[in-house]
C-alpha cells in the first residue's frame, strides 16, 4: 500500500544511482568480468546491484534459507518491486562442501556452512535484483562506474604493488600481469588498471578463473649447469647411508591454501577486503607489521591462529571505503 502512495519518480531514482556510482569505492567494487568463447564479458556485481536496488526504492530483496538436512541447504533468493508487483525468486540447493586442489572437503563448522550458502546465495540475489530492474537503469550504472573508474585510475608505483600483492592470492605473478597488458607494468595506463580491477573483482567473486586470464607462468632459469658434450662422464655417486641425518623439508602449501579459503570466505561474507582484514589482525596482534597472507609471506602458525579467530577479527570491522586494488 506504501509503495503505491508513494510511487517513485524513475527520474530522480536515476540522478541517486549515478550520483552512487561516482563514488570510486563503489566503483571499484561494480563491474566484474569472464572469459567465454575467447572473449570477456562485463557484467554488474553484486554490490553495483545491491546499490542500484536501494536507489531505485519500493523493493525487497534477500537470501534466505529454508530447509537443512542431510549435508544441504535448501535456498530462496529473491527480489519483489512492490510498485508493480514484479517479483523474482530463484530456490537452488547448495552442498555442505568445498572442493580444493587436493579434493572434495566436507563442512562441518557452522560458521563454514553459513559463508558457502552466503556466497552462492550472493549470485543468485543479483540474477533476481537484476531481473526486477529495467536493464536500461543498470546499463547507465555500469557505464557511469567505468567513467569514475577511468578518472580515478591510479597508476602511481604504490598503486601497481597493491595491485600485484591483491593478484598474488590467486597465484598470478608480475610477469603474467604484464604479458596480458602487453607492456612493463610501470608504463601501465588507466585503461588497463581498469580492466585489470574488472578481472580481479570477477576471481574474487568466484566468476572466473586466473586461467581464463592469464598464460601460464614459465620459468625462464635454467634447470640445471650447462652440458658440456666434451667433458668426461663422471661416475654417480652412491647415496648417503645416513639418510637420518638430514632434516626433512616440510610443505606446508595445502595447509595454507585450506587455511586461506577459509578465511577468504568469512571475508566476502563480511564484506571486508584483504588489506582492512590484515590491518584488524596486526591491531589485534595475530600478525607482526610486516607480514602478510598473500604470497605466504607470514608464519604458518600465525596463519592458524588467524582462522581459528578470523570471525572475532571479522566482527571488528567497521564500514570502510576501499578495496584491495
Known amino acids: 500500500m506504501i509503495a503505491k502512495r508513494f510511487p517513485r519518480d524513475e527520474k530522480a531514482c536515476l540522478d541517486r544511482i549515478l550520483n552512487s556510482c561516482s563514488r570510486p569505492s563503489l566503483a571499484e567494487q561494480s563491474v566484474y568480468s569472464y572469459a567465454r568463447g575467447g572473449t570477456s564479458i562485463n557484467g554488474p556485481s553484486i554490490r553495483l546491484a545491491e546499490a542500484v536496488a536501494q536507489q531505485w526504492g519500493n ?32 530456490v537452488f540447493q547448495v552442498a555442505h ?66 595491485m600485484v600483492e591483491a593478484f598474488s592470492r590467486f597465484r598470478v605473478t608480475k610477469e603474467q600481469i604484464e604479458k596480458r597488458i602487453q607492456r612493463r607494468l610501470d608504463a601501465i595506463q588507466p585503461a588497463q588498471i ?67 579459503i577459509d578465511i577468504r570466505e568469512t571475508m566476502n561474507a563480511a564484506e571486508i577486503t584483504l588489506p582492512r582484514f590484515e590491518a584488524l589482525a596486526k591491531e589485534k596482534g595475530f600478525m607482526q607489521p610486516d607480514e602478510t597472507m598473500a604470497g ?23 564500514p570502510k571505503e576501499g578495496d584491495l586494488i
Request: proline share 6%.
Open 59 to 90: 523493493l525487497q530483496f534477500g537470501v534466505r534459507e529454508l530447509d537443512q538436512r542431510d549435508g544441504v541447504s535448501t535456498v530462496e533468493a529473491f527480489a519483489w518491486d512492490l510498485e508493480t508487483n514484479t517479483r523474482e525468486v530463484k
Open 97 to 162: 562442501e568445498r572442493h580444493t586442489s587436493n579434493g572434495k572437503k566436507i563442512l562441518t563448522d557452522p560458521r563454514d556452512i553459513y559463508e558457502t550458502v552466503a556466497n552462492n546465495g550472493a549470485r543468485r540475489l543479483r540474477a533476481c535484483i537484476l531481473g526486477v530492474i529495467p536493464g536500461d537503469i543498470v546499463d547507465e550504472a555500469v557505464k557511469q562506474c567505468q567513467l569514475t573508474l577511468t578518472a580515478n585510475a591510479d597508476t602511481s608505483p604504490d598503486a601497481q604493488a597493491k
Open 194 to 260: 581498469v580492466s585489470l580491477k574488472n578481472i580481479y573483482a570477477s576471481l574474487r567473486d568466484g566468476m572466473s578463473k586466473p586461467e581464463d586470464w592469464f598464460d601460464a607462468a614459465v620459468s625462464t632459469a635454467p634447470s640445471g649447469p650447462p652440458i658440456d658434450p666434451f667433458a668426461k662422464k663422471e661416475e654417480p655417486i652412491a647415496p648417503s647411508a645416513t639418510p637420518e641425518s638430514v632434516t626433512p623439508v616440510i610443505d606446508d602449501r595445502e595447509e595454507r591454501e585450506n587455511l586461506f
Open 296 to 318: 605466504g609471506k607470514i608464519a604458518i602458525q600465525r596463519m592458524r591462529e588467524i582462522h581459528a579467530n578470523r570471525g572475532v577479527i571479522a566482527g571488528l570491522n567497521q
